[in-house]
């Protein structure tokens, strides 16, 4: 049977996929989910009397999971496309995001978008900014499970820049990717963050959407902003 949800358990499956800091991501002990979504996440949940139940995922597995009915919604900084508006529902914008680069501080070559024509570029995969990376003229895309892995290998000298979500890179780059990385302030794309939801379950986006604005407009959601983010 596909009823997987018991009415009587109120737990709020969660899908996300830990490893896009200040976003989701595990702390020191690995035994905390961490971040803005994870604290925006469990404030939702506790809003509409649910329990948050998070489970980590690939990036490229939280959609199929949630078409099979594994989880209830997906948080991940997951920006709301076409493509993906096909599959699933989203919830009202929470966070606004947009796609930059980053490239190895010894590199003095690349300094604009256009300059990564025919260059080696690390993204992750299933991401905006791995479709933007393929529209580049002559670049070679690699693709990785996370952009923590996308850092290491522009690191190790593997590809020649990282295309990726702004904050994410200038998180990566504020807690020590300086010595290594720099970035630029041009925007590639500006983007939205959205919670998916399935197209089956029209009930729990509209709950969704409630506590959102409720979080929004006592406050809650600015205190998780700035704790992540500053003012
Ligand atoms: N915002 C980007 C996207 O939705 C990247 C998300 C992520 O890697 N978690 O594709």
Redesign the pocket.
Known sequence: GSDTKKSDAKVLRIGT?AD?AP??FQDVDGKEYVGFDMDLARAIAKEMGYQADIQNVN?DGLIPALEAGNIDMII????V?EERKQKVAFSKPYYQ?GLTFVVRNDNDTIKSFKDLEGKTIAV?I??????KAREIKDATVKEFN??ADTFLELKAGGVDAVV??RP?NDYFLAQGGTKDAKTFPEILTA?D?GIAISKKNPELAKQIDEALEKLQANGEYDKIFEKWFGK
């Open positions: 996929n896009f976003f989701e990036f991940s900084g997951m920006t496309t995001s992750q299933g991401t905006t900014g791995a479709n996370s952009s990726n979500d994410v983007e963050y």
